[in-house]
């Protein structure tokens, strides 16, 4: 599944969080060889069409844009000067899915994403983003606990 350079595929899952953050740190620091071609993806959570008011469906896409750009900049600014040959890619779609669908497409060796670390309660209820990866990439995942 290696990239045409003879690299891993490796998809990093970010949402300008700590978390992502300590993610792409760990990768960084512990994974990435300089062929590797890394694909960080941010899904953009998708909100129900409001029934009356577009106006309001049109603040909700603007808020998306803003903050599709403020990610895309928080991680052009991380990887500055680094020898890391990536992409970006957003969608409007569920995380979990966004991640899943990308890694296939993209033939990831890996996926390497963050946790909040919620609790088994809370996760029950909540839904955990790395709980559906885990169980629907075709792929290996990491997932990088926060720094104790």
Same mark, same amino acid.
């Given at each position: ?8 595929? #490796? #998809? +990093? ?9 300590? $993610? ?13 071609? +890394? ?7 998708? %909100? ?6 577009? =106006? ?5 896409? %603007?808020?998306?844009?803003? =903050? ?39 033939? $990831?060796?890996? #996926? ?6 919620l609790g088994k309660i809370r996760r029950t209820i909540m839904g955990s983003v790395s709980d559906y990866v885990v169980h629907h990439a075709h792929s290996p995942v990491i997932i990088c606990r926060p720094p104790k």
């Open positions: 599944m290696s990239n045409k350079e003879g690299g891993d595929i #490796v #998809v +990093v899952a970010v949402d300008g969080s700590a978390q992502a953050g300590n $993610a792409l740190d760990w990768y960084m620091e512990h994974l990435h060889r300089p062929k590797n071609k +890394v694909v960080l993806v941010h899904a953009m959570e998708p %909100q129900a069409m409001p029934t009356r008011d577009s =106006k309001s469906w049109d603040n909700q896409m %603007q808020a998306k844009e803003k =903050k599709r750009t403020e990610i895309e900049q928080i991680y052009k600014d991380k990887l500055k000067g680094v020898e890391l040959d990536f992409d970006m890619e957003f969608d409007i779609e569920k995380p979990g899915e966004l991640i899943v669908r990308t890694s296939t497409e993209r033939n $990831a060796d890996y #996926v390497v994403m963050g946790t909040r670390g």
